[in-house]
């Protein structure tokens, strides 16, 4: 079937560190794979997506690489900082209609 | 502006009374779908809707109902609901059921069942 699993949190950074959050993926075909956040009190907004193999996605900073032989899409960023606090979700979606997501990693960025 | 709307944000009951949580989008969207969030378990689906009259299960829709009469609505019902129901509870859009669309989240309702 389709999962995905992330790494534990919470995670807790100073400011300017570089962010890792792993992420691997089990699908039966080539699904599109996401990066989610969701800020305190609000619904889930798309940070990135890719959706085929060696497709980078980016936005604000964040980065993920659509990994098809180690089944992975880590996000990363260079250096964080305290807005970056939040859940971030890893998903896919196979079938355009069914989305799975991985249980969430909480960030917490110290001044 | 472009948004999900979910209505009523917080919500508390008791097991067995019948509830419904309405979603609706302006943004002229095919694709609807529901979930829940658990600690510990993520997010997951529980129904979702490809067009008006087109719905279809998602991976934990047991307990739930859901209808499309209309493009923009898409309420989520609780014939009888139980304590395991407690969850926070999320609507979402998206232009067409395509896995590169974007999909838009609502607020979130938070439902407790006593």
């Known amino acids: 079937g389709n999962s995905v699993t992330q790494m534990e949190g919470p995670v807790t950074l100073s400011e300017e560190a570089f962010l890792t959050i792993n992420c691997t993926y089990t699908?039966?075909?080539?699904?599109?794979l996401f990066w989610y956040v969701q800020y305190p009190g609000e619904g889930l907004q798309l940070l990135l997506k890719?959706?085929?193999?060696?497709d980078k996605g980016s936005n604000k900073g964040f980065e993920a690489t659509y990994r098809k032989e180690t089944t992975s899409f880590h996000l990363e960023k260079g250096s964080v900082q305290v807005s970056d606090s939040a859940v971030y979700f890893c998903?896919?979606?196979?079938?355009?209609?069914?989305?799975?997501f991985g249980t969430g990693t909480s960030l917490t960025v110290i001044p | 502006e472009a948004q999900v709307t979910q209505n009523p944000r917080y919500l508390i009951t008791v097991t067995g009374k019948k509830l419904t949580v309405t979603c609706s989008q302006n943004?002229?969207?095919?694709?609807m779908s529901w979930y829940r969030q658990d600690p510990g378990l993520g997010l997951r689906q529980i129904y979702y809707?490809?067009?008006?009259?087109?719905?279809d299960k998602g991976d934990v829709p047991e307990g739930y109902k859901v209808s499309r009469k209309e493009k923009r609505n898409f309420p989520l019902i609780l014939e009888s609901p139980s304590p395991n129901q407690t969850s926070l509870y999320f609507c979402?859009?998206?232009?067409?059921?395509?896995?590169?669309?974007?999909?838009?989240f609502g607020p979130g309702t938070r439902l407790t069942v006593l």
């Open positions: 979402a859009s998206r232009t067409r059921p395509d896995k590169t669309d974007t999909q838009y």
């Open positions: 699908a039966t075909g080539y699904p599109s």
């Open positions: 890719a959706t085929k193999a060696d």
């Open positions: 998903a896919l979606s196979y079938t355009g209609n069914q989305f799975y």
């Open positions: 943004m002229n969207h095919e694709y």
């Open positions: 809707s490809m067009n008006v009259e087109v719905t």
